[in-house]
């Protein structure tokens, strides 16, 4: 079945970095957006960072200067280089394919930030 595989997560020092993957595997195609959305404990879920098949980039404004998001359109593949990590970067990050018609996520991934 379709599904987004991420890796990369785990427990980091504040001020360490993190780099997270996220590679569409089964039949996912023509995917124009991916990106990074993280889930706090007791908060909502919230956008991260997200880029399209153009190369346009969206960043949540506690992560910009951060974090950058990248994309291996290849390989349906994307990225997040968490640099400067902080307690409050501490979530369940997941990773989300936007095709024309669907949305994907992947089952999350913990990142916790240690101070």
């Known amino acids: 079945q379709a599904q987004l595989v991420e890796s990369g997560g785990g427990l980091v020092q504040a001020g360490g970095s993190l780099r997270l993957s996220c590679a569409a595997s089964g039949r996912i195609f023509s995917i124009n957006a991916m990106g990074w959305y993280r889930q706090a404990p007791g908060k909502q879920r919230e956008l991260v960072a997200t880029?399209?098949?153009?190369?346009?980039?969206n960043y949540a404004d506690s992560v910009k200067g951060r974090f950058t998001i990248s994309r291996d359109n290849a390989k349906n593949t994307v990225y997040l280089q968490m640099n400067s990590l902080k307690a409050e970067d501490t979530a369940v990050y997941y990773c989300?394919?936007?095709?024309?018609?669907?949305?994907?996520w992947g089952q999350g991934t913990q990142v916790t930030v240690s101070s």
């Open positions: 880029m399209t098949d153009g190369g346009s980039t």
């Open positions: 989300n394919a936007q095709t024309r018609t669907f949305i994907y």
